[in-house]
């Protein structure tokens, strides 16, 4: 098996290096690639590393789903009702088994604006109380964004909130797979939460994990909160196998060294630059070129530093 997976793991780095730039790598389906079965039982519909757009129909995380013998658990709604009914597509193609459940990782739209199609279908949708909160409160602009974006592929999209939460895990088995639904603390955004099925050694982190695109840090990201997570709770637990929100599969040391430290050298940089007296506007200059590589570094890295400025000015 872990042989299996190395060279699993290697295929997709090529892969991700060879068609970072395509707009669209599966053109015959909503969705931005095609499926792939990482490990056996497990599959991922790799989205874009990009910002959402009408080219990848807001495909821009990572949509992944869990076969077992009585049932599929779907990880993430997808960006609209129309992204979620092309993963059905596949996840047809693949079993007769009817999807129980879908997770949520986040309350962005991407995570969960396709929650209307499978609650039309019946299926429970369970997210954390804080993704669903934050889904409810910006319920407005996280459509309109996909809209303004994505046109008439938005078709009848709604925001459809989960019907199901927790607050600090919930516990699913099914088809003798084990499966933990977990929230280790804040990180990314609210309600961040992670899939855990400790038979298999796997993961699938959401959005506490990032490794080929850098980390977005937003107005409700504590940054210092999130190493406080990693180290305390995530790091302890170490996955061997991982799908992060974004990008292709990968492993434990891929993601620290892209999430954690980034997050520990960019925190250091504005420390130092506050401490010698520094303010916002010169704070936007820190030098981050160690991360120039990343996905979407132009339209991140300035913002990041300027969010961690406003946070650490006053820790």
Partial sequence: MKYLLAVIFSLFANIALATELIADQYPQSELYSKPVEV??????AIGATQPPSYENAGHNNNLSFIVTDEGVVVINGGASN?????????????????????????????????????????????????AVAETVENADAILTRMQSYNGDQAGDTRVEPANLSFEDSYDISLGGV??????????????DTQVWIPQWDFMITGDIAFHERM?????????KCWLETWETKLEPMNPTYIIPGHGH????????????DYLVDLRGKIGAHIEAGGDLAGAYYVDQSRWSKLHTFKDLATRNAGQVFVEMEWE
């Fill in 39 to 44: 490990i056996p039982g497990v599959f991922s």
């Fill in 215 to 223: 980390p977005p840090i937003f107005a409700d990201t504590c940054s």
């Fill in 249 to 260: 599969p990968t492993n434990m040391a891929q993601v620290r060294r892209f999430t954690r």
């Fill in 82 to 130: 129309r992204l979620a009914a092309a993963l059905h597509e596949e996840i047809r193609k693949v079993t007769d088994q009817p999807v129980v459940l879908v997770i949520n990782e986040n309350g962005q739209g991407h995570a969960m604006l396709g929650n209307g199609y499978w609650r039309d279908l019946g299926v429970d949708v369970l997210a954390h109380v804080d």
């Fill in 178 to 191: 084990e499966i933990k639904v977990l929230y280790l603390g804040p990180a990314h955004s609210p309600g």
